[in-house]
């Protein structure tokens, strides 16, 4: 039996897998029979091949800082320093990759280690000015979920959130992208159900951010009905937000959204781990296909991870 740790780490990591090897490619490009089958059409697909020369089932930065977040958080540890030193960790020694090598890297997440390796503590090493909106703190925010609805000492999730964002990614587009996206991820824990959610979504926040220019799509009474090629799909943080809602509502199991959303092409791997974590805790960990599963690199200390991270969180069990 799963849990919802197992269901967002597993949904973060396959999916963040599966677009490793087609990363950049046009939509054109994309051969998604191939994506189906985990690249078993592939002949080197067990050594080097892709967009990265990575091995069938190795993960990317997104899974990394994903479990260096739930790590962190596992261990109810209160000083963001920790984390940032886990980041590091990451960059400069391969901390929580697949196979020991750090590949990937984002240059706002780069900038920002790199300023906390040099003497900046967590609170002013990240980067804030508007070009830097990458996706790279919304790809690794799902864990704190767990925080946000079981830990009752936080009475401003909005700071709270911003805080862990703000590591790399301290612009306000990010972090309220981080902010809705987590808002959403809490509705679907509760709801169990993608609509409703995203109606929970609109009743909670669209009156905030309705006359926004960078998050009024997300709440327009079209959105569901809107083609996602219009969504940005190279990084922007507010397309890999669209993308993964989008993606969420139309699709109806966590293989579905996972194909649609690397179909877009470009930011592949990020665009489906953010996706993945929603479709977890949608589907479940049962629903991911074992064929995807079976080679993912690491799944062993994914599951230990999984495990703590539970049980430091007993109530969502």
């Given at each position: 039996m799963s849990n919802l740790a197992q269901d967002i780490l597993f949904g973060v990591a396959v999916a963040d897998a599966l677009g490793v090897p087609v990363e950049f490619k046009y939509p054109d490009k994309i051969d998604l029979v191939s994506v189906e089958s985990n690249y078993s059409d592939h002949p080197n697909r067990l050594t080097s091949f892709g967009s990265w020369h990575k091995p069938v089932g190795t993960f990317s930065?997104?899974?990394?800082?994903?479990?260096?977040?739930?790590?962190?958080?596992?261990n109810k540890e209160s000083n963001l320093d920790d984390l940032m030193e886990r980041f590091n960790d990451w960059m400069k020694?391969?901390?929580w990759t697949a196979d020991g090598d750090t590949f990937d890297i984002g240059r706002t997440t780069l900038f920002a280690i790199e300023n906390y390796a040099y003497g900046s503590d967590w609170k002013?090493?990240?980067?804030?000015?508007e070009r830097d909106n990458g996706n790279g703190s919304l790809m690794r925010i799902a864990p704190l979920v767990f925080p946000l609805l079981y830990d009752?000492?936080?009475t401003d999730k909005y700071t709270y959130i911003s805080d862990?964002?703000?590591?790399?990614?301290?612009?306000?587009?990010?972090?309220?992208?981080?902010?809705?996206?987590?808002?959403?991820?809490?509705?679907?824990?509760?709801?169990k159900d993608a609509d409703k959610a995203y109606q929970q979504l609109k009743q909670t926040l669209k009156q905030t951010y309705n006359s926004d220019p960078y998050f009024c799509r997300i709440f327009s009474d079209d959105f569901t009905?809107?083609?996602?090629?219009?969504?940005?799909?190279?990084g922007f943080v507010v397309g890999s937000l669209e993308i993964a809602l989008h993606t969420l509502l139309r699709t109806s199991d966590y293989k579905q959204a996972i194909l649609e959303v690397i179909a877009l092409g470009k930011d592949t791997d990020t665009n489906a781990a953010i996706t993945g974590a929603l479709a977890g805790v949608l589907y479940g960990y049962n629903s991911i296909p074992s064929h995807w599963l079976a080679p993912l690199?690491?799944?062993?200390?994914?599951m230990a991870l999984a495990n703590n991270l539970a049980q430091a969180y007993p109530q969502v069990n």
């Open positions: 930065d997104d899974s990394s800082l994903t479990f260096c977040t739930a790590e962190y958080l596992a020694q391969g901390y002013s090493c990240g980067m804030r000015n009752n000492t936080i862990f964002s703000s590591l790399t990614h301290g612009h306000k587009i990010a972090v309220d992208a981080c902010y809705i996206y987590l808002c959403f991820a809490e509705y679907l824990i509760l709801t009905q809107l083609d996602p090629s219009l969504f940005n799909n190279r690199k690491a799944k062993q200390a994914i």
